[in-house]
């Protein structure tokens, strides 16, 4: 089959297509000819060599694709079948004709929603219910600042919290940013260039935002913990803004705060699968009434990896982007 690989023999490392071994489904497994594949930031880290998958996953980029089932391996593989049409969350692998996936990590494609389209849904979808629900306990009447509210993970994320019944805030580097932001439900909008998100929620709220969900990390570590209210929760996902930082333990003290550090795709298998049953239970509802929506900035073949790529690491970009591979 073909995949995309890392081609670092020039200056700069490449991504290319070639021809690569073919997997074989295991015990539990199934494998998918891929139809699309979604676009992670985490796949720009893996991409400058600084992010290798878990031992024993596919050493080729991509966290989540969509595609149908090709074969099944021994074992228990439960009600799916060859030809079903799917979505799947992965720990690697996924920028390819084919790929193979634990059932576990599994996802109907959602009616209403198009086979390539549906890549851009596992990851975002474990990754915000993981966090704001498992993590960060967000409830009905509170309120969460999601920095990058224009990515994937938030465009994704304003539309579960708002599900929950929680209020929006969110940052994002432009106004037209911010509009498409609105649109999805966020109430509380700030331009981080120009305005200090501490401020800025402070004065939209009585006392802080009770969750916090974070891209950034180290920069934005302090100012954080003063955005948030008494017993609020700062679940860091992302370290853009560098791995080291001071905590101000005295105002966590003072306020009750939690701090917790997570990532999806080192996970085992049964935790990810436990993720992904409550995703298909929660939020698949929801996208099939059209509650909740992908956000799909561009559809591109897979020979353009690279300019997807760059696309993201230029944030150019509202949502997702996403590969066709089939």
């Given at each position: ?305 690279q300019r997807a790529h760059q696309l993201l ?14």
């Open positions: 089959m073909r995949a995309i690989v890392i081609d670092d023999s020039g200056e700069k490392p490449a991504l290319t297509l070639s021809e690569v071994e073919d997997p074989t489904p295991g015990e539990g497994e199934v494998l998918v000819e891929v139809a699309a594949a979604g676009v992670n930031r985490a796949d720009l880290v893996q991409a400058a060599g600084k992010y290798p998958p878990p031992p024993g996953e596919s050493e080729v980029i991509g966290l989540e694709v969509s595609g149908r089932i090709a074969a099944l391996g021994a074992g228990d593989t439960g009600d799916w079948q060859v030809g079903d049409e799917v979505c799947a969350l992965l720990a690697g692998g996924g920028y390819a004709e084919q790929v193979v996936v634990p059932v576990g990590q599994l996802l109907p494609v959602p009616a209403g929603v198009d086979l390539v389209t549906a890549a851009a849904l596992p990851e975002v979808a474990c990754t915000v219910w993981s966090n704001l629900v498992d993590a960060g306990h967000l409830a009905a009447g509170e309120t969460v600042l999601l920095h990058g509210g224009s990515s994937g993970i938030g465009t994704m994320g304003i539309q579960v919290a708002r599900a929950l019944g929680a209020r929006v805030a969110v940052t994002a580097g432009s106004q037209e940013k911010l509009d498409r932001c609105r649109e999805l439900g966020a109430e509380i909008l700030v331009n981080y260039k120009e305005t200090d998100f501490v401020e800025a929620v402070r004065d939209a709220t009585a006392d802080g935002v009770d969750v916090v969900l974070d891209l950034i990390g180290a920069d934005y570590l302090g100012r954080n913990l003063q955005a948030l209210a008494k017993d609020g929760r700062l679940v860091v996902i992302g370290l853009m803004g560098g791995r080291e930082g001071e905590i101000n333990l005295g105002l966590m003290l003072q306020r009750r705060l939690t701090v917790q550090a997570t990532s999806l795709r080192g996970r085992p298998r049964p935790d990810k699968a436990r993720i992904v049953a409550a995703v298909r239970e929660n939020l698949w509802p929801r996208i099939e009434a059209g509650e909740i929506r992908p956000v799909v900035q561009e559809v591109l073949p897979i020979t353009e990896a690491k230029e944030s150019q970009h509202v949502g997702k982007v996403v590969l066709r591979v089939g």
